[in-house]
Protein backbone atom coordinates (compact mmCIF):
# COMPACT_ATOMS: atom_id res chain seq x y z
CA UNK A 1 0.00 0.00 0.00
CA UNK A 2 1.30 3.57 -0.73
CA UNK A 3 0.39 6.42 1.23
CA UNK A 4 1.13 10.20 -0.35
CA UNK A 5 0.90 13.40 1.42
CA UNK A 6 0.80 16.50 0.24
CA UNK A 7 2.27 19.52 1.16
CA UNK A 8 3.10 23.43 0.20
CA UNK A 9 -0.16 25.02 -0.81
CA UNK A 10 -1.21 28.27 0.36
CA UNK A 11 -1.98 31.75 -0.68
CA UNK A 12 0.51 33.52 -3.09
CA UNK A 13 -0.18 36.41 -5.16
CA UNK A 14 -0.08 36.12 -9.49
CA UNK A 15 3.56 35.92 -10.66
CA UNK A 16 4.87 34.52 -7.60
CA UNK A 17 5.89 31.00 -7.39
CA UNK A 18 5.44 27.63 -4.96
CA UNK A 19 6.73 24.35 -4.42
CA UNK A 20 4.43 21.21 -3.67
CA UNK A 21 6.09 18.67 -2.13
CA UNK A 22 4.49 14.93 -2.64
CA UNK A 23 6.01 12.42 -0.27
CA UNK A 24 5.29 8.89 -0.51
CA UNK A 25 5.36 5.89 1.94
CA UNK A 26 4.91 2.36 1.75
CA UNK A 27 7.14 2.07 -2.24
CA UNK A 28 9.85 4.00 -3.20
CA UNK A 29 8.98 6.76 -5.82
CA UNK A 30 11.57 5.21 -8.28
CA UNK A 31 9.48 2.54 -8.54
CA UNK A 32 6.08 4.39 -9.41
CA UNK A 33 4.53 6.81 -11.59
CA UNK A 34 3.57 9.92 -9.79
CA UNK A 35 1.24 12.66 -11.20
CA UNK A 36 -0.04 16.04 -9.93
CA UNK A 37 -3.81 16.93 -10.60
CA UNK A 38 -6.19 19.75 -10.08
CA UNK A 39 -9.85 20.46 -9.22
CA UNK A 40 -11.10 23.79 -9.29
CA UNK A 41 -14.24 25.04 -7.62
CA UNK A 42 -17.21 23.67 -10.44
CA UNK A 43 -14.82 22.04 -12.40
CA UNK A 44 -13.48 18.79 -13.04
CA UNK A 45 -10.07 17.12 -12.16
CA UNK A 46 -7.38 17.86 -14.42
CA UNK A 47 -4.09 16.53 -15.56
CA UNK A 48 -0.74 19.10 -14.52
CA UNK A 49 2.08 17.12 -14.81
CA UNK A 50 3.37 13.67 -14.33
CA UNK A 51 7.13 11.91 -13.30
CA UNK A 52 7.47 7.92 -14.67
CA UNK A 53 10.52 5.92 -14.25
CA UNK A 54 13.53 6.69 -15.94
CA UNK A 55 13.21 10.86 -15.51
CA UNK A 56 10.39 11.48 -17.69
CA UNK A 57 8.39 14.33 -17.21
CA UNK A 58 4.99 15.28 -18.89
CA UNK A 59 2.95 18.26 -18.95
CA UNK A 60 -0.80 19.94 -19.74
CA UNK A 61 -0.30 22.71 -22.01
CA UNK A 62 -1.68 25.14 -19.71
CA UNK A 63 1.46 24.99 -17.13
CA UNK A 64 4.22 24.18 -20.05
CA UNK A 65 6.95 26.29 -19.53
CA UNK A 66 5.88 27.30 -16.26
CA UNK A 67 6.11 24.41 -14.01
CA UNK A 68 8.44 22.04 -13.20
CA UNK A 69 8.34 18.73 -12.28
CA UNK A 70 10.98 16.32 -10.35
CA UNK A 71 11.78 13.48 -7.86
CA UNK A 72 13.87 14.00 -5.04
CA UNK A 73 14.94 10.59 -4.11
CA UNK A 74 16.14 11.90 -0.58
CA UNK A 75 12.86 12.64 0.56
CA UNK A 76 11.15 10.16 -1.39
CA UNK A 77 8.89 12.79 -3.22
CA UNK A 78 7.86 14.04 -6.34
CA UNK A 79 8.01 17.88 -6.10
CA UNK A 80 6.35 20.20 -8.30
CA UNK A 81 8.01 23.43 -8.62
CA UNK A 82 5.31 26.70 -9.83
CA UNK A 83 6.26 29.53 -11.43
CA UNK A 84 4.37 32.62 -12.72
CA UNK A 85 1.39 31.78 -11.00
CA UNK A 86 -1.67 32.97 -12.61
CA UNK A 87 -5.30 33.34 -11.03
CA UNK A 88 -6.52 29.91 -13.21
CA UNK A 89 -3.76 27.84 -11.04
CA UNK A 90 -6.33 28.33 -8.15
CA UNK A 91 -7.00 24.83 -7.78
CA UNK A 92 -6.86 21.72 -4.86
CA UNK A 93 -3.34 20.02 -5.87
CA UNK A 94 -3.37 16.23 -5.46
CA UNK A 95 -0.59 14.31 -6.24
CA UNK A 96 -1.16 11.09 -7.31
CA UNK A 97 0.72 7.49 -8.21
CA UNK A 98 0.73 4.31 -10.02
CA UNK A 99 3.04 1.25 -10.54
CA UNK A 100 1.53 0.37 -14.01
CA UNK A 101 0.51 3.13 -16.02
CA UNK A 102 1.01 3.07 -19.89
CA UNK A 103 2.13 5.44 -21.24
CA UNK A 104 -1.20 6.81 -23.34
CA UNK A 105 -3.34 6.85 -19.78
CA UNK A 106 -0.68 9.07 -17.91
CA UNK A 107 -2.37 12.00 -18.44
CA UNK A 108 -5.86 10.26 -17.11
CA UNK A 109 -7.12 10.01 -13.40
CA UNK A 110 -8.34 7.23 -13.72
CA UNK A 111 -5.17 5.09 -14.47
CA UNK A 112 -3.93 6.28 -10.83
CA UNK A 113 -4.28 3.90 -7.92
CA UNK A 114 -3.38 6.46 -5.07
CA UNK A 115 -4.34 9.18 -4.12
CA UNK A 116 -3.42 12.31 -1.63
CA UNK A 117 -5.27 14.27 0.32
CA UNK A 118 -5.13 17.61 -1.58
CA UNK A 119 -3.37 20.78 -1.26
CA UNK A 120 -5.14 24.21 -1.70
CA UNK A 121 -3.40 26.68 -3.76
CA UNK A 122 -4.90 30.24 -3.98
CA UNK A 123 -2.97 32.65 -6.67
CA UNK A 124 -4.81 36.37 -6.14
CA UNK A 125 -4.68 38.55 -8.82
Known amino acids: QVQLAESGGGLVQAGYSLRLSCAASGRTVNMLTVGWFRQAPGKEREFVAA???????YYADSVKGRFTISRDSAKNAVDLQMNSLKSEDTAVYYC???????????????????WGQGTQVTVSS
Open 96 to 114: AAGSSIILSSIRGAEAYDY
Open 51 to 57: YRRGGYT
